[in-house]
């Protein structure tokens, strides 16, 4: 090594900005900072949503069972004034139309409507 | 919690093991503060979409840092070239020196090649031998030291009885 390198090991590049480090580390996209109290209140919301979702099914369970039940006995009623009416197609239609129906059940399992004429049971 | 747990941590501990030393050789490359500190950002902001640093991150850093720096330069070839607006040298700690001694060897150091400045760089501020210098730049290992000569001769030339 002569005595110009000697010389030019004296110096050396200069470093960063004392900034550079901020820059880079501010790019870098950052996770959300999320508060103790940000994490109850979205376990609470959960936990609502759950006890809502159970309490829901268990409502409509009662609610089909009910108007399965109403169903059952509207169709037992139908038939037997049917059968006082004299039976047959004609008596048991009569017979749909004159027992109530219970509020916004589902349809009757028994099929009395006239199978020609009116193309199906009229409501 | 601070901003640098919140972010990719690694991104930090990368910064703190290699940042000023990746710095110091885009300097070099570049012979421009703002410049290289350009090349290293972009560097950094490039590694963001992996989920883990490297495996080898000083080699990976090293030869990201070169080519965003040579790739400056191409790019500043259409341009006229200007004089240093910022100085790029400073005193090791410890040592002394004339105080327009910088100044010359600095410009002097502007004017060589940026392979030159990267061989003068690399062999003497970072102490790698030719071949490790040759390892890094994938030139063998006779072309770097026959490029250090030349930088040193060219040097010696531009500086004449200043130093």
Redesign the interface.
Known sequence: MDDFEKVLQRYRAVGPPDDLRGRIVALTPARPERSLAAWFASAAAGTAAAILYLLAGRIGDQIAQRAGDADRARAAAVIELGDLLGGGEAAHFAADRVVPRPLQGPPLSVDVAPDEGGGGRRD | ?S??E???PW??DL??RH??AL???A??LLAD?AG??DA??QV??AM?SRAAPPASADAYLRRAVRNACYSMLRGQRRRPLVDVAE??????PG???APD??LA?EQAIARLSPEQREV??LH??EGLTFQEVADLTRESMNTVASRYRYA?DK??AQLGAR?
């Open positions: 919690m901003r640098d919140r972010s990719a991104i930090a910064y703190d940042g000023a710095y110091r050789y300097v070099m503060p290289a500190a290293v950002q950094f902001v963001l100085p790029f040298l400073e005193l090791v040592q002394s020196g001694e910088r060897l003068v760089h003497v501020f040193l040097l010696r130093i």
